[in-house]
């Protein structure tokens, strides 16, 4: 093509544009990933000062640092921040880098509606935090903000809270559709739906969830509205609602919520396993089934949150079942990721510890959800800090360390440059050492009877305690080791090859590393 009968829309040759306008108009998906990532990252450095805070208060009984109110302030926040503000967002900047590379795609299907799904998230985070600094104080309900702790008796900055999670809502739910429309409509020619890569399956599932369950979480925070501002009582009992409607809704959105945060991860997951065993993976099409069958189950099984509110016995036997039934396809997931690795060529480069971690310690989290699904022992384990430590275990080292998993392996295609090996296997074991010794006494306190979200507690858990704190730090500090290496590796290192990772197979390793800022102009055939 001469330059005479080019066209002005042709931009494979151009560059992102300069200065800080780039980032505030930009419509490319590494760009916007990009973004997300670093948002992200920043939401969990500011959830975890607050977690740091808690555990801090926790050290020892008695009240020592902070007041009980402000205490209750930063269990909620921390639990929004990190739920809504790092693991979701994170997992989101992953599909918007990755998925148009690993389908073939020339960028996302909606760019402009890309831009905005992200700029939305800065503005609805900056709203709920500054609520931390208005005259009531910022929320204090728990970040499952039970009505009617969240209705009668809140803050009055309850409402910029519930307008912050509209905005949220309304990103997932952009970025979602996105994500589906991406998938359905600019794969390569060649890549049927069943030779997509794992992460591309696993995100196309969750797209479909927050599709689903994000207007259910708009419309609880809108009841919540309508109670607190118009006189309505869905929540309130004595003007003919109830209480115990609020946590039906709230979990209707919330169970499928958990498995949108863990999805993805299982998806990373199962494009690390496969490289570092240098196997393909074992039983793509039963991976692909199993992911279905979670988001399918991921809906009905929503009241084992509320075992304990009076259920009929009928309904707590139906939702015992139907938990313990998501084990199976959790448990065909694992056993694929063992076989994988079964007489593999393994190596242990940082990815793949994260990812090794990953399948460990989420299978524990997976064992201690097992025990709670089973509903006479939860009315001993309900709102003790047994439940703390189960959630803590299928999030931190499992999303967590799912999305770490990721970065380490993407990082050196985003960058151009390896990382420091050494200073990635430093981060891993100080996490691996931290979240271990933060989460695991968790279980015994919480068997012992402690409960959660208590600012104080008796002498019995003063030890668990202390441990639990020193490991929280322990964790918390070493990612600043990461920050350290991200910055590192993005100034330079060696330089990366294109392949990346000896035994990386699929699109995204069959371009230049760093990959260009526009990919894919004229689609590769996939074999």
Known sequence: MTTATANHDDHGHHGPAKGIMRW????????????????????????????????????????????????????????????????????????????????????????????????????AFGMLLFTLFTEAGAPNFGWTFYAPLSTTYAPSSVTYFIFGVHMMGISSIMGAINIIVTILNLRAPGMTLMKMPLFVWTWFITAYLLVAVMPVLAGVVTMMLMDIHYGTAFFDAAGGGDPVLFQHVFWFFGHPEVYIMILPAFGIVSQIIPTFARKPLFGYASMVYATSSIAFLSFIVWAHHMFTVGLPLQTELFFMYATMLIAIPTGVKVFNWVSTMFRGSMTFETPMLFALAFVVLFTIGGFSGLMLAIAPADFQYHDTYFVVAHFHYVLVPGALFGIIAGVYYWLPKWTGHYYNENLGKFHFWMSFIGVNITFFPMHFIGLAGMPRRIPDYALQFADF???????????????????????????????????????????????????????????????
């Not at 590494?30 to 926790?58: N, P």
């Not at 739920?83 to 992953?94: Q, Y």
């Open 465 to 527: 305690n202390a441990i639990a704190t020193v490991g929280a730090f322990i964790f918390g500090f070493s990612q600043l080791i990461f920050l350290f290496l991200l910055i590192k590796t993005i100034r330079g290192g060696e330089k990366a090859t294109d392949q990346v990772w000896e035994g990386a197979e699929g699109l995204e390793w069959t371009i230049p590393s760093p990959a260009p800022y526009h990919t894919f102009a004229e689609p590769p055939h996939v074999k």
């Open 24 to 123: 505030v108009l930009t419509t490319n998906h590494k760009d916007i990933g990009t973004m997300y990532l670093w948002f992200s990252f920043a939401m969990l450095l500011t959830g975890g000062v607050m977690a740091l805070i808690v555990r801090a208060e926790l050290f020892q009984p008695g009240m020592q640092l902070i007041r009980p109110e402000f205490y209750n302030q930063m269990t909620t926040m921390h639990g929004l921040i990190m739920v809504f503000g790092a693991i979701m967002p994170a997992f989101v900047g992953l599909a918007n880098w990755m998925v148009p590379l690993m389908i073939g795609a020339p960028d996302m299907a909606l760019p402009r509606m890309n831009n905005w799904s992200f700029w939305i998230l800065p503005f």
